[in-house]
């Protein structure tokens, strides 16, 4: 599935991807993604006429009732006016750092709570690029997350320490050496404590295994556990923790 035209500046890798797994047709999914561009103030590139002109806007407003997108103008009145000649716009921007792009076949001038604005009506379709593995990030060693792994009789396995995390999965250290951890054991019933976030139940998948020397010369293994069985909801919330750590970090 392509969206773009082989001239989009900012769509050289996408051909080469399978964006079917990425694509989202869902009506109340689309809205929300569309409704989080507002609340986020994600800034949104508009490129029309094949890809060679773009209008830098916002979404300031998503009425999923009458499926009408607002958009802020641009900087450019010449450009402005070209936007509103085009008959397919593609629209890129980012939802808690996750690539979004979609479609529209025009836009038409209007007005959102009382300001001068372009209007668009809703994607038929929106791709969401999640890229997981490109979002780990190393949690604070003084209060890390915790995972639960409990078996399929419901008893707590083991409680492990979070080392690093991603939408799509961790990596844990256990310091007890008792039990070993086997690679592609499934737990899917499992308790992910996130601080300042709460408890996130979710399944998970043993994929590594292997050991390392700690300073004071004593051993522990580690391992990196998948995500499977994993809601959306689970999702934005592991995604805003990383957010919130990116800022920390960056303080």
């Given at each position: 599935?392509?969206?773009?035209?082989?001239?989009?500046?900012?769509?050289?890798?996408?051909?080469?991807?399978?964006?079917?797994?990425?694509?989202?047709?869902?009506?109340?999914?689309?809205?929300?993604?569309?409704?989080?561009?507002?609340?986020?103030?994600?800034?949104?590139?508009?490129?029309?006429?094949?890809?060679?002109?773009?209008?830098?806007?916002?979404?300031?407003?998503?009425?999923?009732?009458?499926?009408?997108?607002?958009?802020?103008?641009?900087?450019?009145?010449?450009?402005?006016?070209?936007?509103?000649?085009?008959?397919?716009?593609?629209?890129?921007?980012?939802?808690?750092?996750?690539?979004?792009?979609?479609?529209?076949?025009?836009?038409?001038?209007?007005?959102?709570?009382?300001?001068k604005c372009f209007i668009s009506a809703f994607p038929q379709d929106l791709?969401?690029?999640?890229?997981?593995?490109?979002?780990?990030?190393?949690?604070?060693?003084?209060?890390?997350?915790?995972?639960?792994?409990?078996?399929?009789?419901?008893?707590?396995?083991?409680?492990?320490?979070?080392?690093?995390?991603?939408?799509?999965?961790?990596?844990?250290?256990?310091?007890?050496?008792?039990?070993?951890?086997?690679?592609?054991?499934?737990?899917?019933?499992?308790?992910?404590?996130?601080?300042?976030?709460?408890?996130?139940?979710?399944?998970?998948?043993?994929?590594?295994?292997?050991?390392?020397?700690?300073?004071?010369?004593?051993?522990?293994?580690?391992?990196?556990?998948?995500?499977?069985?994993?809601?959306?909801?689970?999702?934005?919330?592991?995604?805003?923790?990383?957010?919130?750590?990116?800022?920390?970090?960056?303080?």
């Amino acid at each position: 599935m392509t969206i773009f035209g082989n001239s989009n500046p900012v769509n050289n890798d996408m051909d080469k991807l399978d964006l079917t797994k990425f694509t989202i047709t869902n009506s109340k999914k689309i809205a929300q993604i569309l409704e989080s561009l507002v609340t986020e103030g994600s800034i949104v590139s508009a490129y029309f006429n094949n890809n060679s002109q773009l209008v830098t806007t916002s979404v300031i407003g998503a009425d999923e009732g009458s499926r009408r997108l607002y958009l802020d103008l641009g900087p450019d009145p010449q450009l402005n006016q070209a936007l509103l000649t085009a008959k397919k716009i593609n629209f890129i921007t980012n939802q808690q750092s996750v690539k979004v792009h979609f479609s529209s076949g025009g836009v038409q001038l209007g007005e959102y709570r009382g300001h001068k604005c372009f209007i668009s009506a809703f994607p038929q379709d929106l791709i969401r690029l999640q890229r997981r593995n490109h979002y780990r990030i190393d949690t604070p060693r003084a209060n890390p997350p915790l995972i639960q792994l409990i078996d399929k009789n419901g008893n707590l396995f083991r409680e492990l320490t979070v080392l690093d995390i991603s939408v799509g999965g961790i990596g844990v250290i256990d310091f007890n050496l008792g039990i070993r951890l086997v690679p592609q054991e499934e737990f899917p019933d499992c308790l992910l404590k996130i601080p300042d976030f709460g408890e996130i139940r979710l399944g998970v998948i043993i994929q590594s295994v292997f050991y390392t020397k700690l300073k004071n010369g004593n051993q522990a293994q580690r391992a990196g556990l998948k995500f499977t069985h994993i809601p959306s909801t689970t999702e934005a919330t592991i995604q805003k923790y990383i957010n919130k750590l990116e800022i920390q970090y960056k303080k």
